[in-house]
């Protein structure tokens, strides 16, 4: 038995990388987990990876930038186990690109994804933990949110602007229960390399920042930044860490 027996989190993102690991760090703790993608396949395969681990792990399909699907998502996991104590704001898109190279529909998606996707959560979970003066919101931002890179200019829009909304939340619900928290995170071996069409962007980032020469963090580095960040006495506030390889400068 651990403190995260019968406490609640939901992961958006959650069919690989940084969510997958998440999940399965706080499964295997003993909290229900509320997995929530698009990929409805991945979601029911890592909920039968997870079936042996003593925490309850169901999942949504949820697409976040839908407000009625992550409405519907928060909604799920309070009638599954009566609250959610923590959301995880993790889903995010990466398609880095010049703008030169007029990639429109990424730009789009991006900000529908990495902000409206981050809002929509926010405005779904907040009222209930206020109600209950209780419980914790994660966002996943980016190294990309404190300095801009070639290429990546409406990608770090996206992420800079996770950051202010979490640190504008905080500062809002100062004084009650409910907690905020940023993760920015360096580079990570997950799939947000593969959503980049432009071919000069991919040849950049290996060259720009020795992607090609680097050893990533895992998804699992950045689940014990979450899990040590909702783990600290009520009266602490984590409101944002920093975890990037050693070789990244």
Same mark, same amino acid.
């Given at each position: ?8 989190? !939901? ?21 229900? %987990? ?9 979601? *029911? ?21 839908? *407000? *009625?699907? %992550? ?14 104590? !923590? ?99 360096? !580079? ?43 783990? *600290? ?9 920093? %975890? ?6």
């Amino acid at each position: 038995m651990t403190e995260w027996n019968g406490k609640t989190i !939901v992961i958006t993102g959650a069919s690989s990388g940084i969510g997958e690991a998440t999940a399965s760090k706080f499964a295997s703790e003993g909290a229900n %987990v509320v997995l929530a993608a698009r990929r409805t396949e991945r979601l *029911q395969s890592l909920q039968e990876r997870l079936s042996h681990l003593p925490g309850n792990v169901v999942y949504k399909e949820t697409d976040v930038t839908s *407000q *009625q699907q %992550v409405e519907n998502l928060i909604q799920f996991a309070i009638d599954k186990f009566n609250a959610v104590d !923590v959301l995880f704001n993790n889903a995010g898109l990466m398609p880095l690109s010049f703008m030169k190279n007029k990639k429109v529909d990424e730009w789009e998606k991006m900000v529908d994804v990495n902000i409206k996707g981050v809002l929509y959560g926010i405005g779904a979970v907040l009222p209930h933990m206020l109600e209950r003066n209780e419980g914790h919101i994660i966002t996943t931002s980016s190294i990309a949110g404190h300095e801009v890179m070639p290429a990546g200019a409406v990608y770090c829009g996206t992420k800079f602007a996770a950051r202010v909304i979490m640190e504008g939340l905080g500062k809002e619900i100062a004084g009650s229960n409910v907690r905020t928290t940023s993760i920015s995170p360096g !580079v990570v071996d997950t799939e947000l390399t593969d959503t980049i069409t432009d071919e000069e962007a991919l040849e950049m980032l290996k060259k720009g920042i020795g992607l090609d020469k680097m050893t990533p963090l895992q998804g699992k580095d950045i689940a014990e930044a979450v899990y040590y960040s909702v783990n *600290q006495p009520t009266h602490v506030d984590v409101n944002e860490v920093i %975890v990037r390889p050693n070789q990244q400068g």
